[in-house]
């Protein structure tokens, strides 16, 4: 069960981390709160595993792993429309001038 656990921990961390990047990319305050609210969820979770509110594990994981595959699934629909056209041109641009500078 620790595997499980540490599996949906570290796709939720993932996708916190992405969405933290595209925070701060981006200047969008609420991609970086977003993550802080799902997190608390998630510790919340735990805490009433803990108090013997949810008293199965396998509750607490299932709950555990949809909230971090929803939140997965939700960061991945915005990395996919991230703006890398414009760093990819950059990247272009700089190869380019390599290329001219080396052949002068």
């Not at 993932?14 to 997190?39: C, D, G, M, Q, R």
């Not at 041109?89 to 290329?99: D, V």
Request: glycine fraction near 2%; aromatic fraction near 16%; charge should be neutral.
């Amino acid at each position: 069960m620790g595997v499980v656990e540490r599996i949906f921990a570290v796709l939720f961390h993932i996708s916190a981390s992405v969405l933290v990047y595209k925070a701060v990319k981006e200047k969008i305050i609420t991609y970086y709160i977003i993550p802080i609210i799902i997190h608390d969820l998630i510790d919340l979770v735990a805490i009433l595993y803990r108090f013997e509110y949810i008293k199965n594990i396998f509750i607490i994981e299932l709950i555990i792993g949809i909230f971090s595959s929803c939140f997965a699934s939700y960061v991945y629909k915005l990395y996919i429309s991230f703006d890398t056209d414009s760093d990819l041109k950059n990247a272009e641009k700089s190869f380019m001038l390599e290329e001219k500078n080396k052949t002068i």
